[in-house]
């Protein structure tokens, strides 16, 4: 439904976008993730019409959008600092766009009413922005930008401005209301958590470029590169060096750890003596003070080295032979209060080969 | 913060350089009221120096002039000064802001004598035209900072919504920056018209004979003796200009709020 082909824009000499294409689909909830200055607001900015990418294409149904002025798209665009008119009413800035499309009195009345019940804000209609708090700018925000039916609602990190607690509510607000109007978004955020919750699938974007295109659990548990597995989750990333390999399995050697097995990456195919690192999330690892290693499993011994109690897990550091530092979960989930191990106690770890995640 | 009070010398001091200011103030509107031809001493409270005013054609033509004269050319300093503003703010042109504001900086004897060997080089008859063109160049700048500075406050991505919703450039100019812009706009006016009317050196420089503006008057009859009468006058002029800054002081704090 959205075509980005090749679209490259830089401004002087930072390069923001270098060749970027991909391909969204019709209903999709779609995200751009990627740390300050990787390109995605740039990205959303040239999908809106804000900014003229310097080569390359973007299409919508088929159609190219480049020519078109922001006013002429049918997509429209949840801002960061919600953009709601200070000197409109909450009704005027749900009317704006349907008195820019010159839809009679009774329509935009009509329209207003119902998209404010949608919202869940009927009474706030004669109130000023100034009198809203940050969840209902940002419900009247969307509201807006989706009255009058966009092909496309780009959303640009339209949550960072709220508190944590609230976040997760609208979190579920934008799924549900993306579900019930069935129109394409595409979501620009840095938070790696938001993109995994909300997403059908995420674009991960580094450096002006595209690292990887997946759905969420695909991305958290298969990323292509080192940048997809140390910016989504946590991950324990071991530069290592392939010493023999088939299709299944692959040995390789770890500095300081010695020789281990892992499960090969069915995309790519690692050659002896190839550099590559192990991905390994914390959570797969198994954390005890003694444990008997299962078959297919690596096992180490270790110490506690550092320790961080979250409350319902606590990550706990663990430094192996020759210093090597691999981070750990344990959930809390025992009944009473819960203290496992303390710095310096006497560790073991192991994880199943087929848990850690083999990248170039 | 909030509730510590100022000590006792920063107090008595403020309230010295105040009364230094005022007092002078206070004795031309007291000396006004005088029954008497001297400042010397109160006499006695009378209203007649403000009905031989009324009497005066002289200062009720001067008056009339500098009436016009501000209202025209506060309304061109508006227009083109907003204008400036919108053009400071884009920032295409790295001049532009230093050549727009030059004029706030520049001392009135120079702008004045200037404007004069213009006016005198492209022949245009000194009068109401040659002073309402002086006033409109010195107060563009002020018009101009007035409104740059309230755009410099604006979340520019109020201007990029109403084109995303579907406004023309045109839309959004006339339905989301001018009505965000208005009390800069006013405030910028307001600050022209109250230079304009109290201007003198500049005046002084490209009035002709005829177009004799009220500062003008005041000062000619200064020149033999400051009569109650010139009292009267400067207190009038005095209530034009505070009423204008204290409306100005009354939309100031809604410039300054976004």
């Not at chain 1, 659990?217 to 080192?226: A, M």
């Not at chain 2, 009220?214 to 009468?229: D, F, G, H, Q």
Request: aromatic share 6%; hydrophobic share 50%.
């Amino acid at each position: 439904m959205l075509e980005i082909n090749a679209v490259s824009r830089s401004f002087g000499d930072f390069v923001a976008l270098n060749n970027v294409s991909l391909h969204i689909q019709a209903g999709e909830f779609f995200t751009l993730l990627g740390p300050s200055g990787c390109g995605k607001t740039t990205l959303l900015r040239l999908i809106a019409g804000f900014d003229q990418a310097d080569s390359g294409q973007i299409l919508l149904d088929g159609k190219p959008l480049c020519a078109l002025p922001p006013e002429k798209r049918p997509v429209h665009t949840v801002f960061q600092s919600y953009a709601l008119f200070p000197h409109m009413t909450v009704a005027e800035n749900i009317a704006f766009p349907l008195r820019m499309a010159k839809m009679s009195k009774a329509e935009i009345a009509h329209r207003v009413t119902e998209v404010l019940n949608d919202v869940r804000l009927p009474d706030k209609a004669k109130h000023y922005p100034d009198a809203l708090s940050g969840g209902q700018k940002q419900r009247i925000a969307i509201a807006r930008a989706l009255v009058n039916r966009p092909r496309l609602l780009l959303l640009d990190e339209p949550l960072s401005a709220l508190d944590a607690k609230l976040r997760e509510q609208m979190q579920i607000e934008l799924i549900n209301l993306q579900k019930e109007v069935g129109i394409t978004f595409v979501y620009v955020t840095h938070d790696q958590g938001e993109a995994l919750a909300l997403s059908h699938r995420i674009a991960v974007m580094n450096k002006g470029e595209i690292s990887q295109i997946d759905e969420p659990s695909v991305l958290y548990s298969y990323p292509d590169n080192r940048f997809v597995a140390d910016f989504i989750g946590q991950c324990n990333i071991l530069d290592a060096k392939v010493l023999s390999g088939n299709e299944q399995k692959v040995n390789i050697a770890i500095a300081g750890l010695g020789e281990i097995a892992a499960t090969a990456n069915p995309e790519i195919t690692f050659k002896s003596g190839d550099n590559c690192a192990l991905t390994l999330r914390p959570e797969k690892i198994r954390l005890a003070a003694s444990l008997e290693a299962e078959p297919d499993e690596a096992l180490f011994s270790g110490k506690v080295h550092d320790m961080l109690y979250l409350g319902d897990v606590t990550v706990y550091i663990i430094e192996l032979a020759n210093g090597v530092l691999i981070e750990a979960m344990l959930a809390n989930d025992a009944p009473g209060r819960t203290r496992l191990f303390d710095t310096g106690d006497a560790v073991q770890i192991a994880w199943r080969i087929d848990a850690g995640h083999l990248v170039p | 913060m909030a509730n510590k009070r100022p000590s006792k010398a920063l107090l008595s001091a403020g309230i010295l350089v105040y009364l230094f200011l005022y007092i002078p103030l206070a004795v031309v509107v007291i000396f006004s009221f005088n029954d008497s031809k001297l400042n010397a001493e109160w006499v006695g409270f009378t209203w007649k120096w403000y009905e031989k005013l009324i009497h005066n054609d002289s200062i009720l033509r001067a008056a009339g002039n500098s009436l016009i004269i501000a209202i025209i050319s506060a309304a061109m300093a508006t227009v083109l000064g907003t204008l400036a503003g919108l053009a400071i703010h884009r920032g295409r042109q790295k001049w532009l802001p230093a050549l727009v504001l030059g004029p706030i900086a520049m001392p009135d004897i120079l702008i004045g004598v200037s404007l004069l060997l213009m006016f005198i080089l492209l022949n245009v008859s000194l009068g109401m035209v040659s002073i309402i063109l002086a006033h409109v160049s010195f107060c563009i700048g002020f018009v101009a900072l007035a409104v740059q500075s309230r755009l410099a406050g604006m979340d520019q991505s109020l201007i990029e919504a109403a084109r995303d919703l579907g406004a023309s450039p045109w839309q959004s100019f006339r339905l989301i920056s001018l009505p965000l812009l208005m009390p800069g706009i006013i405030a910028g006016a307001m600050m022209a018209f109250t230079l304009s009317i109290d201007d003198f050196v500049i005046t002084f420089f490209t009035a002709g004979v005829g177009s004799s503006t009220l500062p003008l008057e005041i000062y000619s009859m200064v020149k033999i003796a400051v009569t109650p009468e010139v009292n009267a006058v400067s207190t009038l002029l005095m209530l034009v200009t505070l009423t204008l800054i204290t409306a100005l002081s009354k939309i100031s704090p809604t410039v300054l709020r976004q």
